[in-house]
């Protein structure tokens, strides 16, 4: 997702003179293609969060189209402040781009791992809140929120994660879900890489004789309420899937549509629990120590089906 993002960013900077780049003392080598190519758009920050955010608002306010990019926790809550103040109650243009969703930053700890930027940037007015799914995503998620004009929140994994949505029939749209796989007897919406866990989970129901529908949710703000109602009045249980805490995150989110709308079907929010990821290990290792994996989902879905 990082390099589709790299790529996109270099292209796009070549078509609009106004795209400014500044990223967080992060990244080294990873830039050097845009750094040489656009020196003049290019600016090292250094380990600054607060005042990077506050110079991208200003070169906004300007008239320049900042792009800041760094690390989840240190660009979401180190200078949430300067995010809220500067760039929201201003309505500034600028583009966040966070890196390592979830435990990406896996064997790095707690101090690294994003399970609250979901929660925290959805509770901002103005902010659009995007968790593309895989690579392909993420340059057309680049491309919409360069046109909205207005502050966006776009959360990126890592590295090589899997492509997920290149067969969908649907065209990626801000605010507009994909449905990845049809399904009529339970339904799991997701976001983010981790939605690979719920295909996989889909393929297990299906082998027991299950159809699982799987909806991308990319766009977390605007959230797509008539795809959550579709999708709810259409199957007999529902999940919501998350590489982020289930408190404020994408689960919260449809758990509001589903009782203000008083839809009624076993519902399950899975993320990670009120809880700090302090055990060492690989992602993967950490999906499963909070119950994050393809076997749990299903289980949980097959015994909370209701019998016609």
């Known amino acids: 997702m990082r390099n589709a993002f790299i790529s996109e960013l270099n292209e796009l900077a070549g078509k609009q003179k106004s795209l400014i780049f500044l990223a967080g003392d992060i990244g080294f080598k990873v830039f050097d293609k845009f750094r040489d190519a656009y020196p003049d758009k290019f600016f090292n920050c ?13 070169l906004a306010m300007a008239g320049f189209r900042p792009f800041v990019y760094t690390i989840i926790p240190f660009l979401t809550m180190r200078a949430f402040e300067q995010i809220r103040v500067d760039l929201c109650m201003h309505n500034q243009p600028v583009i966040l781009v966070g890196v390592g969703g979830g435990l990406s930053y896996d064997t790095l700890g707690p101090t690294h791992h994003a399970i609250e930027d979901v929660a925290i940037m959805r509770a901002l ?6 968790v593309p799914s895989d ?4 340059k057309q998620a680049i491309i ?7 502050p966006v929140y776009i959360r990126l994994g890592k590295n090589g994660e899997s492509p997920l949505t290149l067969n969908c029939s649907s065209e990626f749209k801000l605010g507009c ?5 049809e399904g009529e007897d339970v ?3 997701g976001c983010g890489p981790i939605l690979k866990i719920a295909l996989d989970a889909a393929e297990i129901l299906m082998s027991q004789g299950i159809s699982c ?3 991308d949710m990319h766009t977390i703000k605007p959230l797509d309420n008539t795809q959550i109602i579709e999708t709810a009045n259409k199957v007999r249980a529902m999940i919501t899937l998350e590489e982020h805490s289930i408190l404020g995150g994408l689960g919260s989110a449809i758990a509001e549509i589903i009782a203000e709308n008083g839809l009624q079907l076993p519902f399950r929010r899975f993320g990670i629990q009120d809880r700090f990821t302090t055990e060492v290990g690989k992602q993967e290792y950490l999906l499963s120590l909070n119950q994050l994996t393809s076997e749990n989902i299903a289980a949980w879905l097959l015994n909370h089906i209701p019998k016609t």
């Open 144 to 150: 919409q929120a360069y046109e909205l004009k207005k």
């Open 125 to 130: 007015p103005n902010m659009t809140v995007i």
């Open 135 to 138: 690579p392909d995503e993420v």
């Open 213 to 215: 529908r799987v909806v």
């Open 177 to 181: 879900a994909r449905v990845l796989r």
């Open 46 to 58: 250094g380990i600054a969060e607060a005042n990077m955010i506050g110079m991208s608002a200003g």
């Open 187 to 189: 339904a799991i919406v």
